[in-house]
T-cell receptor
Framework: DSGVTQTPKHLITATGQRVTLRCSPR?????VYWYQQSLDQGLQFLIQ???????AKGNILERFSAQQFPDLHSELNLSSLELGDSALYFC???????????????FGSGTRLTVV | DQQVKQNSPSLSVQEGRISILNCDYT??????FLWYKKYPAEGPTFLIS?????DKNEDGRFTVFLNKSAKHLSLHIVPSQPGDSAVYFC???????????FGEGTQLTVNP
């Protein structure tokens, strides 16, 4: 157990629907990062929140949004889902706002989203 | 624009031999590099890292080498064990940045 909790582990939904992925960071970590891993591809950075505020943004689609709540958990909202959105979505956390914390990020086990 | 590339999707080695995984990068602003290991149905876990002020970092069976002039790093695993079979991701970060940029990963298989 890495200490980063992601729910649900699996999600199957239809095209056009909206889903919410949830992440609880490791205790004491202020930053939350979201990554997408499509089939046979590396992890693509989506967005980072630090202590409730958006810190950095990657190639996140306009149909996707995220937020970090006062208790530091984060949610990634995916709307108007398309078949191509099927992927593994990972959340990671770090103590500070930069990934150069001693051990980089700590990852959760991911949410596998399947859009049918 | 793939700033971190792992050109070998897969690598197969015999138990006890050396495994060498390679990674190239294009962004000169990267100054800290990490390797992650990922088993199926799990998230990536940190393995070893190296700062750009060093050219080598060792931790037990794992050694990472950095060649800044060639923008190349490699991970050596000696001796390789069947439990090392996993996907290995190379990642990099800029001094001023907060995001890790990942390569595509290399599937390592260590055969008994």
């Amino acid at each position: 157990d890495s200490g980063v909790t992601q729910t649900p582990k699996h999600l199957i939904t239809a095209t056009g629907q909206r889903v919410t992925l949830r992440c609880s960071p490791r205790s004491g970590d202020l930053s939350v990062y979201w990554y997408q891993q499509s089939l046979d591809q590396g992890l693509q950075f989506l967005i980072q929140y630090y202590n409730g505020e958006e810190r950095a943004k990657g190639n996140i689609l306009e149909r996707f949004s995220a937020q970090q709540f006062p208790d530091l958990h984060s949610e990634l909202n995916l709307s108007s889902l398309e078949l191509g959105d099927s992927a593994l979505y990972f959340c990671a956390s770090s103590v500070g706002g930069r990934g150069q914390d001693l051990y980089g990020y700590t990852f959760g086990s991911g949410t596998r989203l399947t859009v049918v | 624009d793939q700033q971190v590339k792992q050109n070998s999707p897969s690598l197969s080695v015999q138990e006890g031999r050396i495994s060498i995984l390679n990674c190239d990068y294009t962004n000169s602003m990267f100054d800290y590099f990490l390797w992650y290991k990922k088993y199926p149905a799990e998230g990536p876990t940190f393995l070893i890292s190296i700062s750009s002020i060093k050219d080598k970092n060792e931790d037990g069976r794992f050694t990472v080498f950095l060649n800044k002039s060639a923008k190349h790093l490699s991970l050596h695993i000696v001796p390789s064990q069947p439990g090392d079979s996993a996907v290995y991701f190379c990642a990099a970060i800029e001094t001023s940045g907060s995001r890790l940029t990942f390569g595509e990963g290399t599937q390592l298989t260590v055969n008994p």
